[in-house]
């Protein structure tokens, strides 16, 4: 490709990444501005309760391109350590996890790669983590190309993640741009908090790199994080869900929302 297409093209993908920061930097300052309990409370009844209703046991990726899955951590789950893949499966069969996926360009992959030192191609690892778990679980295998992610291939669109505690998952796509698409850590697949906190901070570390947001990112215009607290479950209570983040609150590029989801 000659010089010249190369700096229209990347133009045109920096032109595309304003109007999605543009979009999430609304979102933020509505936050800001009203607080997250009357933005939530400002989505019809009907959306409202939908945005509390994902549980339709497809395991996915924490990125924001996979947002038709229900669950959600890093690469599925492949950053937790061999160790603690027992807990994992456990909690993935008390979920009611049916179907896990992969996806095309999953990060989680390349990280995995690294720490183990593997010889594979970061796809090959992704793919076969996900595989093995679905033939563990006896659940179906799921694949999300490019085309079917919620987001363009080439970067990051998000300065949003939800630290979500609630067994159903949430649909974001039901908050209408008020709530936006970000990534997402459902908390209670992981086998301890240190895995949630730290892939929180991966979420942050992704935003601010190269292929998200980057230097957008600031104290001002900082990263935001929603929790979503289940008041049936003390373990995954607001005030613990808020208090395992603390470390986190201290970066000044980080600011955290708490939100309870409804009893029904």
């Known amino acids: 490709m000659k010089e010249h297409e190369v700096t229209r093209e990347s133009s045109a993908i920096e032109n595309r990444r304003q109007g999605y920061w543009q979009e999430q930097t609304e979102a933020a300052h509505r936050l800001q501005d009203q607080g997250i309990a009357r933005v939530v409370s400002e989505l019809v009844p009907y959306t409202r309760r939908e945005f509390f209703r994902r549980a339709n046991g497809v395991?996915?990726?924490?990125?924001?391109?996979?947002e038709g899955c229900g669950f959600r951590l890093a690469g599925s789950g492949m950053l937790i350590a061999p160790e603690d893949q027992p807990a994992f499966l456990d909690k993935c069969r008390k979920m009611g996890v049916q179907k896990i996926t992969h996806h095309d360009?999953?990060?989680?992959?390349?990280?995995?790669?690294?720490?183990?030192?593997s010889d594979k191609p970061a796809p090959?690892?992704?793919?076969?983590?996900?595989?093995?778990?679905?033939?563990?679980?006896g659940a179906e295998k799921g694949h999300i190309s490019a085309v079917?992610?919620?987001r363009p291939y080439e970067f990051h669109i998000t300065r949003f993640a939800y630290y979500d505690g609630t067994s159903d998952g949430l649909n974001l796509k039901a908050a209408d741009g008020k709530?936006?698409?970000?990534?997402?850590?459902?908390?209670?697949?992981?086998?301890?908090a240190k895995y949630a906190i730290a892939e929180a901070q991966l979420a942050f570390e992704i935003a601010t790199g190269h292929h998200g947001f980057g230097h957008k990112i600031t104290e001002e215009e900082p990263f935001v994080i929603v929790v979503v607290a289940d008041p049936k479950?003390?373990?995954?209570?607001?005030?613990?869900?808020?208090?395992?983040?603390?470390?986190l609150s201290l970066n000044r590029?980080?600011?955290?929302?708490?939100?309870?989801?409804?009893?029904?």
């Open 253 to 264: 590029k980080i600011k955290i929302y708490g939100l309870e989801a409804p009893v029904e």
């Open 148 to 150: 079917e992610m919620s």
């Open 124 to 137: 090959q690892l992704a793919q076969e983590f996900s595989d093995g778990v679905a033939e563990n679980l």
């Open 59 to 66: 395991l996915g990726c924490m990125d924001e391109g996979c």
């Open 179 to 192: 709530l936006p698409n970000g990534f997402v850590l459902t908390r209670q697949l992981y086998p301890n």
């Open 233 to 247: 479950n003390f373990e995954m209570s607001l005030d613990n869900l808020m208090s395992e983040l603390e470390p």
């Open 105 to 117: 360009g999953c990060g989680a992959a390349v990280v995995s790669k690294e720490r183990t030192k």
